[in-house]
C-alpha cells in the first residue's frame, strides 16, 4: 500500500522541450515468506523524495520518426542508519528493514531518425543505465532493485517492489543476481539497443510495423562488479500492432548469444501488451 504526490512543470530553458517532475511517496510492504527479496517475512517502510529531468522532442507517440526522449531521475531515503545508533551487522531482518534507505541514480535515453525521405524507414537508438547505491552496506534496500532479462513485463517482479528492465533474447529476469544468503541484487543495469523499424499500415484507427533489432546490456550486484563491457548480446525481429481499443501488441523472436548459468540463451520469444518496456 502506499500513497504518492507529485508536481510537474515545462521549462523554458534550455528549450521548451524540458520539463522537471518532483515527487514524495510513502510504501508498506508486508511480507510473509517471499523468497524474492532479502526480506521475507516482515513489514517494511519506504518515504522517498525524487526528481526527474526530461527532454522529449518525438515528433509522435506511437510510431516516433525523429526526435528524442531522455531522463535523468534522482530518489532517495534518508539515511536512518546515520543517526538512529542501531547495529545493522548484527541486527535481525525486521529491524534491519522495518524504514528501508538508499538513493536510486537511473537514466533513459531514446533516439529517432529517419533513414528515408518518406520518414518511413526509422533507426531507433537506446542507452539506459541504473543504480542502487546505498548508505550503510549493511542496511542495504531488498526493494527497488532491478529485475533484467525477457520481454520487461512478465514475473513477480511486474507488481512486487522492483523495476523490470526488458532484455530480449534471455528469460526473465535471468540477468539478476543473487545475494549468497538469498534476495535479488540487481542493484545496477545497463542496456543498448539499436532497431530499424518500417511501417506497413499507417491508419488513424491501426498502426502496424516490423522491425529488426541488436541489443546488449547486464545487470551486476554491486559497482565492484560492473564492468561496461561484460554484456549480454541478442538480435532478432518483430511485429508491432497498434489499435485505440487494445493499445500496443506485439511480438518478438530474439537469439541471446551468450551463456547465463553456463548455457547459451538461444531463441526466445517475447510478448507486448500494452507498452514497451
Known amino acids: 500500500m502506499g500513497i504518492t504526490a507529485g508536481i510537474g512543470t515545462r521549462l523554458n530553458w534550455p528549450d521548451d522541450y524540458f520539463t522537471l517532475y518532483g515527487?514524495?511517496?510513502?510504501?508498506?510492504?508486508?511480507?510473509?515468506?517471499?523468497?524474492?527479496?532479502?526480506?521475507?517475512?516482515?513489514?517494511?517502510?519506504?518515504?522517498?523524495?525524487?526528481?526527474?529531468?526530461?527532454?522529449?522532442?518525438?515528433?509522435?507517440?506511437?510510431?516516433?520518426?525523429?526526435?528524442?526522449?531522455?531522463?535523468?531521475?534522482?530518489?532517495?531515503?534518508?539515511?536512518?542508519?546515520?543517526w538512529d545508533g542501531i547495529d545493522y551487522e548484527h541486527a535481525d531482518q525486521q529491524t534491519k528493514y522495518r524504514w528501508i534507505e538508499y538513493y536510486k541514480i537511473k537514466f533513459k535515453s531514446r533516439f529517432f531518425v529517419p533513414l528515408t525521405p518518406d520518414n518511413k524507414l526509422v533507426l531507433m537508438g537506446r542507452a539506459e543505465f541504473g543504480f542502487l547505491g546505498y548508505y550503510n552496506i549493511h542496511k542495504r534496500s531488498p526493494f527497488e532493485t532491478?529485475?533484467?532479462?525477457?520481454?520487461?513485463?512478465?514475473?513477480?517482479?511486474?507488481?512486487?517492489a522492483t523495476e523490470t528492465i526488458a532484455l530480449?533474447?534471455?528469460?526473465?529476469?535471468?540477468?539478476?543476481?543473487?545475494?549468497?544468503?538469498?534476495?535479488?541484487?540487481?542493484?545496477?543495469?545497463?542496456?543498448?539497443?539499436?532497431?530499424?523499424?518500417?511501417?506497413?499500415?499507417?491508419?488513424?484507427?491501426?498502426?502496424?510495423?516490423?522491425?529488426?533489432?541488436?541489443?546488449?546490456?547486464?545487470?551486476?550486484?554491486?559497482?565492484?562488479?560492473?564492468?561496461?563491457?561484460?554484456?549480454?548480446?541478442?538480435?532478432?525481429?518483430g511485429l508491432r500492432v497498434y489499435m485505440p481499443m487494445f493499445?500496443?501488441?506485439?511480438?518478438?523472436?530474439?537469439?541471446?548469444?551468450d551463456q547465463v548459468n553456463g548455457k547459451v540463451s538461444g531463441s526466445q520469444f517475447h510478448f507486448v501488451i500494452g507498452q514497451e518496456f
Not at 23 to 32: K, R, V
Not at 42 to 60: D, E, I, M, P, W
Not at 201 to 209: D, G, I, N, P, S
Open 23 to 82: 515527487q514524495i511517496a510513502y510504501l508498506n510492504y508486508n511480507l510473509s515468506h517471499w523468497d524474492y527479496f532479502a526480506l521475507n517475512t516482515g513489514v517494511a517502510n519506504n518515504f522517498n523524495l525524487s526528481v526527474t529531468l526530461s527532454r522529449n522532442s518525438l515528433n509522435q507517440p506511437i510510431y516516433p520518426s525523429r526526435g528524442s526522449d531522455i531522463s535523468l531521475s534522482l530518489a532517495l531515503t534518508p539515511p536512518y542508519s546515520a
Open 146 to 160: 532491478f529485475w533484467v532479462g525477457g520481454d520487461g513485463m512478465s514475473g513477480y517482479s511486474s507488481t512486487y
Open 168 to 237: 530480449r533474447g534471455y528469460t526473465n529476469g535471468s540477468l539478476t543476481p543473487t545475494y549468497d544468503d538469498g534476495g535479488q541484487a540487481g542493484n545496477i543495469y545497463s542496456r543498448f539497443s539499436i532497431e530499424l523499424r518500417y511501417p506497413i499500415l499507417m491508419k488513424e484507427t491501426t498502426m502496424v510495423w516490423v522491425l529488426g533489432f541488436a541489443e546488449a546490456g547486464n545487470c551486476w550486484r554491486d559497482y565492484h562488479d560492473f564492468n561496461p563491457l561484460d554484456l549480454k548480446r541478442s538480435a532478432g525481429v
Open 247 to 257: 493499445g500496443l501488441l506485439g511480438v518478438d523472436w530474439a537469439y541471446g548469444f
